[in-house]
């Protein structure tokens, strides 16, 4: 078996995958040997005796979002975040039903297998329904919906169904902060309990078969008997939790008493909540983003910035090894100078430099304010890496010295969403949602030089290789172009369309229907998100909704217009090949399987290579220096690496 995970399941042309992607939802395997998640790439299968990897399926699409083992742990079902739903025969590995709601984000929420096995239900996407189907037949036995009059306003991330214990009702977390229950013979809605004033998160049945126990998002948690649920009468047992808990986890024990795992800050408190015992309380070492309880409560999932452990409560710690690499949102990916290392920041706050020969980690820093790492660089000489996060500091460290706290920049009013270090390394520029550009002085002990004034959201920015300028990108507005010493604009960047059809390039359909557009008098207004300058100074890069843009650095006319096809209508991230030869575009998802990334010549405008790559949006794209690799970062939490040696001519690396 090949051990290296970093190798499983790669998408085509890609050499390494980097992060293990974001867990949405995991089980533990009816037998006890396995513990098995939902992720943004597909779902892993752990064991749980070692904490070690031994599968990864369901990676076609990937973006999973629950799962639900079958009573007799013979079958999986999973469902993702586009609807699509399988069941898996465990043991041969074999997906036997399949079935894709149709809708745009028709995420399926929760799965629930009926008691004998034979029937699926699931919840979510549109109106919030909820289907039922008899899956060896493939045939739908039942919808229910609620009245398009108590649909609610925003989709719930989780909308919890469980059967009734003889399988003929299905309860279901319905709009107004009740759950309701439904006859799936008649398709009657036979109750609907309002005892709740929070919306619910979780509904699970006792052992015993006899309770069930339904929970809001606010903690409070209420006890029903099984026999008496068409009333609204049930047993409060938790109504007001403690402010400080931040989250909350509940399960029954074997003998049907209902334990409560919470959280607050780092410390995890296990209780029987119905005769208010504590049983055990673990000081953790770091903050516990979630818990989850395992083996009849007697043991807990504990998952952190990115690690996950087991504990069996009452011991003194978790267990060791833990898993890693499910990391946060991948924001911003750089190689250093020398092409020895590859930093990636995450929407968790961390940073992580890799050694790109081995891929293993080296080093990890954190911003201590708030998440959302956006924006990444080394400097020239590849000493110092600074770091924006969502907050209104500028943070620089020394990587030769990692255990030496960051220099913080403070001055900017507003979050900060971009920044790049000067071609000579003398100055860094920094750029806020206000749109006002810090411009510091980086051989003065990062003094502040200079803020520009306030114009509109910039997204990204860009050096002009001889460092007399930066380019950046705005939400509503054109992009501009400053002159760095000055702090004054330079010009605006031209977004009206060229009417010279020969400066069109790219997917033919689109080139038609946009010139058809033209000869029609329309205005289109776009702005560009990603900015690039070429490394010889010569072109500046945009990419505009449906488009890519290139102008001429020296005159700031429009060179050209490149025509996205469909699937890969905008272009999140954007970078210049190392020789300047080539433009790497990485797309936001719109409907296929994976994203994306498309190798552009620059000259031609002809698409030469394209990688369908992550299962949803690029945040980054990166070169090593010699051009011989792209790395992308992605929502989905991973990196994956690609060797570009096939693509490029001996003369672009070097």
């Not at 995420?107 to 909820?130: I, N, W």
């Not at 411009?439 to 990204?460: M, R």
């Amino acid at each position: 078996m090949n051990t290296d995970v970093t190798t499983w399941e790669l998408p085509d042309e890609a050499i390494a995958r980097l992060g293990r992607g974001i867990i949405r939802d995991l089980e533990p395997s009816p037998d006890g040997k396995h513990l098995v998640m939902a992720t943004t790439i597909g779902v892993w299968w752990y064991e749980l005796a070692t904490m070690q990897p031994v599968a990864l399926w369901e990676t076609e699409r990937g973006y999973g979002w629950t799962l639900k083992f079958s009573p007799n742990g013979e079958l999986l079902a999973t469902g993702n975040a586009d609807g699509h739903i399988k069941v898996w025969d465990i043991q041969s590995q074999h997906c036997i039903f399949e079935m894709r709601r149709e809708g745009w984000l028709n995420t399926v929420s929760q799965l629930a297998f009926s008691p004998d096995g034979q029937r699926l239900a699931s919840s979510g996407g549109k109106y919030d329904a909820v289907y039922v189907w008899h899956f060896q037949t493939g045939e739908q036995i039942a919808k229910f919906t609620v009245d398009e009059g108590c649909q609610p306003h925003h989709r719930r991330p989780r909308i919890p169904i469980t059967f009734s214990p003889n399988g003929k009702l299905l309860l279901a977390a319905t709009p107004e902060n009740m759950f309701s229950i439904w006859d799936i013979e008649t398709g009657e809605r036979i109750a609907h309990l309002t005892a709740h004033t929070f919306p619910l998160t979780a509904l699970f049945l006792s052992p015993c078969r006899k309770f069930l126990a339904s929970v809001d998002q606010d903690g409070n948690l209420r006890k029903w008997e099984v026999d008496k649920l068409t009333t609204d009468e049930s047993i409060p047992v938790i109504t007001d939790l403690p402010k400080a808990i931040n989250l909350v986890h509940y399960t029954f024990s074997p003998d049907s008493t209902l334990l409560a795992a919470a959280v607050s800050g780092t410390t995890i408190t296990v209780s029987d909540v119905e005769n208010d015992r504590e049983i055990a309380t673990l000081v953790h070492t770091e903050p516990i983003k979630r818990v989850r309880f395992l083996q009849k409560g007697s043991q807990l999932v504990i998952t952190g910035r990115d690690t996950l452990q087991l504990w069996n409560v009452g011991d003194p710690a978790p267990q060791s090894p833990a898993i890693r690499d499910h990391t946060a949102v991948c924001g911003s990916v750089k190689f250093s100078p020398d092409g020895q290392t590859l930093a990636a920041g995450y929407f968790s706050g961390e940073i992580h430099l890799r050694d790109l020969e081995t891929l293993k980690l080296q080093t990890k820093f954190r911003c201590e304010g708030l998440d959302r790492i956006r924006s990444i660089d080394f400097s020239p000489y590849g000493n110092k890496l600074a770091v924006t996060s969502y907050d209104k500091i500028v943070r620089v460290w020394d990587i030769t010295q990692p255990k030496v706290p960051p220099v913080e920049l403070v001055g900017h009013q507003t979050y900060l969403y971009a920044l790049a270090f000067s071609p000579k390394g003398d100055l860094l520029v920094s750029a806020d949602s206000n749109g006002v550009l810090g411009v510091w002085d980086v051989e003065d002990d990062h003094k502040l030089q200079l803020f520009t004034e306030e114009t509109d959201s910039i997204w990204s920015i860009a050096f002009s290789p001889d460092g007399e300028s930066v380019v950046s990108a705005h939400e509503n507005e054109k992009a501009r172009l400053w002159d760095i010493k000055s702090g004054e604009q330079i010009t605006e960047l031209s977004m009206i369309h060229p009417q010279d059809p020969g400066k069109y390039k790219g997917d033919d359909h689109q080139i038609q229907r946009r010139l058809k557009w033209l000869e029609k008098g329309a205005v289109y207004k776009a702005t560009p998100e990603p900015i690039a300058f070429s490394p010889d100074g010569t072109l500046i890069a945009g990419g505009v909704f449906r488009e890519l843009w290139l102008w001429d650095a020296t005159t700031y006319e429009t060179q050209m217009v490149i025509c996205l096809p469909h699937g890969c209508w905008r272009a999140e991230a954007l970078t210049f090949s190392p020789c300047g030869r080539y433009l790497v575009s990485g797309a936001s998802w719109q409907g296929t399987n994976k994203v994306s990334i498309r190798l552009w010549e620059v000259a031609t405008g002809k698409n030469i290579a394209t990688f369908w790559s992550h299962p949803t949006d690029i945040q980054s794209l990166a070169f090593s220096p010699d051009g011989t690799v792209l790395a992308s970062g992605s929502f989905d939490g991973t990196i994956l690496l690609w060797d570009m040696k096939p693509y490029l001519s001996s003369s672009d690396t070097h």
